[in-house]
């Protein structure tokens, strides 16, 4: 059996950095993430005047309940969704000019139904040059508060963002959502925000929070349960292969655990205790049609072992992976097809008919994160698979490719 211990989570400390710079006192994370998209994070809230300390396995954050300790900012957010769309939130709480610009590939992520949501609170937020999309600049004035309605059908880090403003907010707010992808991200964030004192319900559709502020904390960080997708599907994919993920177990927060579900209905073992996650290999992988809307960061995992399946493999309700750091499903289809794997795909789905992949082949990245872990599985299968930038893992991972690498060549 192999033990692999994974970085912490990104969506988990993500949140954790803008409820720990909105609470009172001073919140201490331990084992963040230390990574491009959390690095970016981190460097966008000093640009606000909020004083971060890092040191090796904790940070510590002054929180500012008034709002960013400037004026008059600059923010760059690199390529991180989570800063692009939290900071300008939390920003609008305060008082002061807040800028905020991104690199070419958060650029063209969408951020309309935010904007329009800010826009609908009293915010005077401008977009620079393409509606809906960085760059933008926040001059604010802090948030009254009240009710408003909100699709969250593309990424349900809109809402994430709304809510953990409601308590920020001068009267609260009541956010009724029409649709919603990816909710299990959307129970994190409300776990969370209780963690850091905040009152928050739930009635149907129509999400309530109460303008209590925050709470400084002492938050341990969850490993990644994204990132333990890439290690389960080895382990599954490899006869007589077994892992063990600690710290991901029956209580985890993150809906991506849920992937060990899937690779159980493929044929693998899987065991989750309290506090650990166990996948060993049965030799076989079955074929399946699986919804993965609410697991949708984990569908290019799947897609990347469904060859090795002895049926065909259909995933289906995955409509956002299309604007993610790049289209997930083309993105996969393309690379599937240059190994030789017979592909079909639709606005939301995508089905992969069971081969053996060939190489030599360069895998088109696309400067997404998830294409390389996701096809360095199949390498372990597939001799001669190479990346044109293996390097973009640092959003998530730098280590990847070293862990990856010694997890590979375990017996």
Known sequence: MTVIDIPGSKSVTARALFLAAAAEGTTTLLRPLVSDDTEGFAEGLGALGYAVRREPGAWHIEG?????????????????????????????????????????????????????ALRELGVDLRHGERDGHHPLAVHAAGVKGGALTLDAGQSSQYLTALLMLGPLTAEGLDITVTDLVSEPYVEITLAMMRSFGAEVARDGRTYRVAPTGYRAARYPIEPD????????????????????????????????????????????????????????????????????????????????????????????????????????????????????????????????????????????THGDHRIVMSFAVTALRTPGITFDDPGCVRKTFPDFHHEFGAFARTP
């Open 64 to 116: 500012r309940p008034a709002g960013p300790g400037t004026a008059d900012a600059d923010v760059y957010c690199r390529d991180g969704a989570t800063t692009a769309r939290f900071l300008p939130t939390l920003a609008a709480a305060g008082h002061g000019t807040f800028r905020f610009d991104a690199s070419a590939q958060m650029r063209r992520r969408p951020l309309g139904p935010l904007s329009t």
């Open 225 to 364: 349960a994204s990132t333990a997708s890439y290690f389960f599907a080895a382990a599954a994919l490899q006869p007589g292969r077994e892992v063990t993920v600690p710290g991901l177990g029956t209580g985890a927060l993150q809906g991506d655990l849920a992937f060990v579900d899937v690779l159980r209905r493929m044929g693998a073992e899987v065991e989750v205790t309290a506090d650990a996650t166990t996948v060993r290999s049965t030799g076989t992988l079955r074929g399946l049609t699986v919804n993965m809307r609410d697991i949708s960061d984990t569908m290019p995992t799947l897609a990347a072992i469904a060859p090795f399946a002895d049926g065909p493999v259909r995933i289906e309700d995955v409509a956002n992976t299309r604007v993610k750091e790049c289209d997930r499903l083309d993105a996969c289809a393309e690379n599937l097809r240059r190994l030789g794997i017979t592909v079909t795909t639709g606005p939301d789905w995508i089905e992969i008919q069971p081969g053996t992949p060939a190489g030599p082949v360069e895998i088109a």
